[in-house]
């Protein structure tokens, strides 16, 4: 069984999340002949860190990532951090010859996501993006399904990621507010999810034209808390929001079809909210993330008295649900976003023993980056059409 030694760089909710689909992964998936153990943390922050390597039982803690990447111990670099760390961190793994399990958005704009695809590629380097919503089984069972043709040439991409934490106007300013800190707001934090899963089902992104909004122009600062869970002093100082809450985008694909992709993160009401239609010549498909485990699918050739949206419960007809959750010969089962992470793991774990294994890569994610800065390029310029542009 071969181990692969992690040490994750930041000690937030997203590095729980991978923590805990690393450990349950191992007991989950042993006919990998692959697991993973967290042996050290970085964050920013050292109290943070050893906080979190005492809960998690981590060995090793350090307010240094570059004691991570120095650490010849350390097999692969988890990074889930802020957006603005992501380049530093990933090219100096990539220099020390260390895998990448990176989180999305891969970088704060398309100059950085080129130089990070180019030298992984030139160093043959594993990286892995954490787009979660590709490992889900009715994003699976989707892709089968237009695959096998069951609704012909896809034709038209619909797809939205909607929430609604900031639409309270007093949830303080954070790094997500901040250009230099997250790059685009809604859109690089929500959208290249949608982006993600348009890519995949349907291929290529060859143009784009959107548009964008901020909503709420000022923020208080945090007083207390963190995340989405911070809070405002009664009198603390506004700062000014530097990127969107809300973007709507038409893009053409390479292969012709069209589509329409939005992000929101002022939504009311929406937490989980990635929607997305797939239209075929021959019939539709779309899923509602609120009910992930619900894929519904029209198709023409069914008989005239049987025609309508039917029902399919993904789960175990897919690949890692069917070997770690429920081993039925047909869906259902219930699943989470935690259970998703899990998912994404074995891929990922999968993809260090075999490189011809499906994976999601520098690559993947540098023209998924491609297609933000086109949307963002074109938002700026008032919703003129941009090329998306060649591989880097």
Known sequence: MRT?????????????????????????????????????????????????????????????????????????????????????????????????????????????????????????????????????????????LIERGDIGEPIQFIGSFDQGFFSDPYLPAS??????????????????????????????????????????????????????????????????????????????????????IGASRVAPGRVFGINWEVRGREGTIYVENERPNELHIFRMRDPVDERGFKTILGGSQVAGFREGFFGFDYGGGGIGYFDVKVLEIRGLLRSLIDPQAERFDFDFGYQNQAVVDAIERSATAGGTMQDVGAPA
């Open 4 to 144: 692969v030694r992690v040490g994750i760089v930041g000690a937030g909710f997203i590095a729980r999340t991978h923590v805990d689909a690393f450990r349950r992964a191992a007991l989950l998936f042993p006919e990998l002949g692959a697991t993973a153990a967290v042996t050290a943390v970085a964050d920013a922050s050292l109290p943070a860190a050893q906080a979190f390597a005492a809960r998690t039982g981590i060995a090793s803690a350090t307010g240094d990532w570059r004691t991570i990447i120095d650490d010849a111990d350390i097999d692969l670099v988890d990074i889930a951090t802020p957006n603005d760390l992501h380049y530093p961190i990933a090219m100096a793994a990539i220099e020390a010859g260390k895998a990448i399990y990176c989180e999305k958005p891969m970088a704060l704009d398309l100059r950085q996501a080129a130089e990070m695809a180019r030298l992984a590629r030139d160093r043959q380097v594993p990286t892995f993006l954490a787009f979660n919503n590709l490992w889900t089984p009715t994003t699976q069972l989707a892709k089968a």
């Open 175 to 260: 790094w997500r507010t901040r250009r230099a800190e997250a790059g685009s707001g809604a859109l690089g934090d929500l959208g290249s999810h949608v982006i993600s899963i348009a890519q995949y089902l349907v291929g290529p992104i060859a143009t784009a034209t959107g548009l964008a909004a901020t909503v709420v122009a000022s923020r208080p600062l945090r007083g207390s808390g963190m995340g989405y869970g911070a809070r405002a002093d009664a009198a603390a100082p506004g700062q000014a929001v530097e990127n969107d809450d809300l973007t709507q985008a038409l893009v053409r694909f390479a292969n012709g079809a069209i589509g329409s």
